[in-house]
């Protein structure tokens, strides 16, 4: 089975600009979170998706929004980029929102 | 509220050594705690998790970690280090039993001495 594909794995932006990041969720999962993992920090959780519905929401601000499509698969958006905004971003896909996560890789992203 | 305290940021231990990572946690209600490892430029992966049925759990790669809600602690250790050991690795808590939704601590760093 195919595991959970995030890309690009490195971007890089300068501040005030807008990205968009991609996650394909594992085959037969209907439900991706996403995390910002700062340098030297621990995954913080951003938001869930579940069928298409955003389903819990972490302390980031709105310039971060998301969607997910009819094939699960979910794209992070982030607005107006900030220098703090420089992470790892980490998707994860599960079979329901309360089940076992299974992370990609993630996206190097970082903010000049 | 949730959170989890990783105490030591860096840990060193010596091939064939015990290997213990500390991790405490705050939680309102019964919490659900895992351990994951992150090696270098690659996502998460589960080692193990404490969702009630047992204090004592075992993970993957001769990990396993007890639950002591005396303490609110849910350490993690190896009776024997091996070099393919060093990685990062992440306590995290969660209401959600198969782990929705997590509250990672900072981190610590396992090094493997040869």
């Given at each position: ?112 | ?42 996502g998460l992966q589960l080692l193990l998790k404490y969702t009630s049925a047992a204090t004592l759990v075992k993970g993957i790669n001769g990990f396993e970690a007890e639950f002591k809600k005396s303490e609110t602690s849910f350490h993690l250790t190896k009776p024997s280090a091996h070099m393919s050991d060093a990685a990062e690795y992440f ?24």
């Open positions: 089975e195919t595991g959970v594909t995030q890309s690009p794995t490195h971007l890089i932006k300068t501040r005030g600009q807008q990205v968009t990041l991609r996650c394909s969720s594992q085959s037969g999962h209907n439900t991706v979170s996403w995390y910002q993992q700062a340098l030297g920090q621990g995954p913080q959780f951003i938001f869930q998706y579940y069928r298409e519905e955003e389903n819990g929401r972490g302390n980031f601000p709105p310039r971060f929004s998301g969607l997910q499509f009819p094939n699960y698969s979910s794209e992070l958006n982030v607005n107006a980029l900030e220098l703090d905004d420089s992470a790892l971003y980490l998707c994860a896909s599960s079979e329901g929102s309360n089940s076992p996560l299974h992370f990609g890789n993630g996206t190097r992203l970082t903010v000049t | 509220a949730q959170s989890v305290t990783q105490l030591g940021s860096h840990v060193s231990v010596s091939e064939g050594a015990l290997v213990l990572l500390r991790c405490n946690y705050s939680s309102s209600v019964p919490p659900y705690l895992f351990w994951y490892v992150q090696y270098p430029n690659q306590c995290a808590v969660s209401v959600y039993n198969q782990g929705g939704k997590l509250i990672f601590g900072q981190g610590t760093e396992l090094s493997v001495k040869p």
